[in-house]
């Protein structure tokens, strides 16, 4: 609890500075543009927030059902507000997963089968946004939407490589028992011999049967095909909504007609994103912030490209930490209760 608050006091301080600066220069036009927004245009902005994270939930839940038959929806929405809650305060965004894992481990699943669980969900997940990385590189170098921001396009790249060899490493952990044997066995020895690890036989044993029991759950997914593909497509729609965010928020400012497509803020939105990974603060700011800035300034620029700012991330970003705080804290106090 100490490091929560510690990490939201400095997300706030962090806030006040990056908002403070993007106002510093066009003030007025940035509250005319607030003023003036069309609020009914960012509900539907809330909206497809909202039902992104309801697609998410489905990934996660379809994984879950892998394993019990009665973990409810509700259970897995609810664990998808926290895990953004978590990832939101947290360097890299590393706090979700853990606390999935936690909280898995308090419903009574056992440690490697909750690990288990979150390793596959992230797993698919990681395929969906390889697969829009690849789609929106090919866009990109088809017409070219962001001339302007070369030095972005190779930061882009490079955060594309290394997402897919982390999924590519995902896979073969999952997937190839005899290396992980191999792996743990000599990790293992080498620790023993620096003295680090007692008893290695005993270790070694005791991560055997780990590894045994969680290759036992991704021999499931790999029998069950269907389930993988419904959790992989689930995660794409969760991604797809999640990037046309900010089209209803530049359409919330400037009507429908203006140069910010829906394939213009999936593109953008997915780069963003990818910038975003290589930030090591709390919710990537400053980093995010600044992607914003230079890939949707190729389509719009001044007060307004500020102000949808402002509205874009307090949607995607702080209204679902905030929802997520709430469901934490009321869990907190009904497991108190209990």
């Known amino acids: 609890m100490k490091s929560i608050k510690k990490n939201s006091m400095i997300l706030l301080m962090i806030t006040i500075l990056i908002v403070a600066f993007v106002l510093k220069d066009d003030f007025s036009a940035i509250v005319e543009a607030l003023l003036k927004a069309n609020i009914l245009i960012i509900s539907f902005a809330f909206i497809c927030q909202i039902v992104a ?3 998410e939930a489905l990934a996660y839940k379809k994984v879950v059902d892998s394993y019990i038959d009665n973990y409810s929806y509700k259970s897995a929405l609810k664990m998808q507000f926290i895990t953004k809650f978590f990832n939101g305060i947290t360097p890299f965004s590393t706090g979700g997963q853990p606390m999935q ?56 790249v490079i955060g594309f490589l290394i997402n897919t060899l982390v999924m590519i490493g995902l896979i073969i952990i999952s997937f190839s028992s005899k290396l992980n044997h191999i792996i743990i066995d000599k990790t293992i020895a080498l620790l023993a011999k620096l003295k680090i690890v007692k008893n290695k036989e005993k270790k070694q044993a005791e991560w055997s049967e780990r590894i045994d029991d969680f290759h ?12 993988c593909l419904q959790s992989y497509l689930y995660n794409f729609i969760y991604l797809t909504l999640n990037y046309l965010t900010p089209f209803f928020v530049f359409a919330s400012l400037l009507g429908f007609k203006n140069p910010v497509t829906p394939i ?4 953008s939105s997915a780069y963003i994103l990818i910038i975003g990974s290589f930030v090591p603060i709390p919710g990537a700011s400053g ?52």
Do not use: D, P
């Open 53 to 55: 994270l309801m697609f």
């Open 216 to 227: 036992e759950g991704t021999s499931y997914l790999k029998k069950h095909k269907k389930l």
């Open 287 to 338: 980093g995010i912030e600044y992607g914003y800035l230079r890939f949707f300034g190729s389509f719009i620029k001044g007060g307004i490209l500020k102000a949808s700012l402002l509205i874009w991330r307090f949607i995607s970003y702080y209204f679902l930490m905030i929802i997520g705080a709430v469901i934490f804290n009321l869990k907190g106090s009904e497991e108190k209760c209990e």
């Open 264 to 267: 213009n803020a999936i593109c």
């Open 101 to 156: 894992i936690y909280l898995l481990k308090k419903e009574g699943f056992r440690l490697t089968k909750a690990t288990n669980i979150i390793m596959q969900n992230f797993i698919l997940y990681q395929a969906a946004l390889v697969t829009y990385g690849v789609v929106a590189l090919f866009v990109n170098w088809k017409w070219n939407l962001f001339a302007e921001v070369k030095l972005l396009k190779n930061l882009i």
